[in-house]
């Protein structure tokens, strides 16, 4: 029999410590490590040598020279997702440099790490990374198949960077693994939850839904691990917390972003060893939890400005999944706006309702920086206004038409971020303007540079131009 083939990393970056360091770990857990001083030593390596010694894993950092702006980096994870697309990258950045591993997460990048490094935690990262990376010789993801391995009822779509989402479930749903979800606000993040939750060995028992922003840090300890009788005031009675009602099951941290930091170290001590301990009581008690958190903030960027704990992000994000904004899969835009529409029609007892092609073409075209969630109030709206089962674009006119008095409504920024608010801006003057630089600057009473940056932020610089 012939012995296991061990993974191979490749590790690149200038510093000979870095490599030495980095080399060692990862030939103590069972890998093969290999080293490259910097981009076009990386890309040799690549390039050399029998299929038998392909790599399965890059670690990369993102400077090789005194300029630390990153751009070379962020090049070279652009070829190597242009020689080997299925090639998982892990990027190595220092905490400063946060909203740069954010860019590279975001071009294609599997996740990253800082220096200095945890071993534990770096190799638990490696593996899961590993474990999730699809080979490459892996058939073309379909919602038919994704839809034969789980139970993706709910979830509407078939976009390759939804399928891509639900292929990270098919594969993490079965393992205990905590999984952080990221995503604008209405993408569908609490959807994701479920769908981890359903396909786990954990279906029977509950998942306990949580939203951290909306409890305050003095009852935070009584309702996360609950109180006996005669704790406090009003405490009349044994209360089961949140974490002790989760046990078994799943517990969904939803808008953990916004988790006060004095909270964040109580529950971190659960999530180390799955113990907490009543509010009065004398010992602590045992849980059994498999947790699922989601934010729409950037929680790495919260990392390096202080105000989440770098151990607690560690915690939560062993597995992320970015869910893609609308505006990033408009093919799916008229799937959802027939079952949404079907859904809503049921609701109010319309009938069956029939969405004209000039409304799923005028649908498909807007920004929707409110997501599924602001496509699902538009069809809503024109639903109940046009009282009929037969929608054209006209309809969906007409209606908007109805509510531009409201209050904000006119700028179609009902539920936004102040985030979303601004890229939304953007995208209307960059179309309003065909890019043009100096009169979207004027439109939006910026100055060219300010607006290079939020064009940059936004990932919207490439339609930008001069004149």
């Not at 989402?165 to 606000?185: D, F, K, N």
């Not at 005031?233 to 939803?254: C, E, M, N, P």
């Amino acid at each position: 029999m012939e012995p296991t083939r061990k993974r191979r990393i490749l590790i690149v970056d200038d510093d000979s410590a870095v490599q030495v360091s980095l080399a060692l770990l990862l030939k103590q857990s069972g890998f093969d490590a290999v080293c490259a001083d910097g981009p076009q030593q990386a890309l040799e390596q690549l390039q050399a040598g029998p299929v038998d010694l392909r790599f399965d894993l890059v670690l990369q950092d993102m400077n090789f020279s005194l300029q630390t702006s990153g751009e070379e980096g962020l090049d070279l994870l652009a070829r190597i997702k242009q020689l080997q697309p299925a090639l998982p990258v892990l990027l190595m950045t220092a905490w400063g440099s946060i909203s740069l591993a954010v860019r590279g997460v975001k071009a294609g990048a599997a996740n990253f790490f800082t220096k200095p490094w945890d071993n534990a935690q770096l190799i638990a990262l490696a593996e899961a990374t590993l474990d999730l990376a699809a080979p490459a010789t892996a058939p073309k993801l379909t919602r038919r198949s994704l839809d034969a391995q789980c139970d993706f009822s709910g979830i509407v779509g078939e976009h390759p960077k939804l399928l891509k989402v639900l292929e990270t479930i098919a594969q993490v749903a079965r393992t205990r693994a905590p999984v952080l979800i990221l995503g604008e606000s209405g993408t569908g993040k609490e959807l994701i939850a479920d769908a981890i939750h359903r396909n786990s060995p954990r279906a029977e028992q509950p998942i306990v839904k949580i939203n951290m922003g909306a409890i305050t840090s003095s009852l935070f300890e009584s309702e996360m691990f609950g109180h006996v009788r005669g704790a406090f005031t009003d405490a009349r009675s044994d209360r089961k917390g949140h974490i002790a009602a989760a046990s078994g099951g799943t517990l969904f941290l939803d808008e953990i972003g916004e988790l006060q930091r004095g909270d964040q170290v109580k529950l971190l001590r659960v999530l180390q060893d799955q113990r907490y301990q009543p509010v009065g009581a004398s010992t602590a008690a045992q849980a059994d939890l498999r947790v699922v958190s989601a934010t729409n903030r950037e929680l790495a960027e919260l990392v390096a400005a202080g105000d989440f704990r770098e151990d607690l992000f560690y915690r939560l994000n062993l597995i992320t999944i970015r869910l893609p904004p609308l505006r990033e899969r408009r093919s799916d835009i008229p799937l959802l706006a027939r079952h949404i529409a079907a859904r809503v029609a049921d609701g109010y007892g319309l009938g069956e309702v029939v969405l004209a092609p000039d409304a799923l073409d005028w649908l498909s075209g807007q920004p929707w920086p409110g997501n599924i969630r602001q496509l699902k109030q538009t069809l809503e709206r024109a639903l109940l206004l046009a009282g009929k089962q037969h929608l054209g674009q006209a309809d969906f006119l007409a209606a908007n038409a109805v509510d531009e008095g409201a209050p904000g409504a006119r700028l179609g920024v009902d539920g936004m971020t102040l985030e979303q608010v601004e890229r939304h801006m953007i995208e209307q003057a960059l179309q309003q303007h065909a890019g043009n630089i100096s009169r979207m600057a004027k439109a939006l009473g910026l100055s060219r540079t300010a607006l290079y940056r939020r064009l940059e932020r936004h990932g919207l610089g490439a339609g930008v131009r001069e004149e």
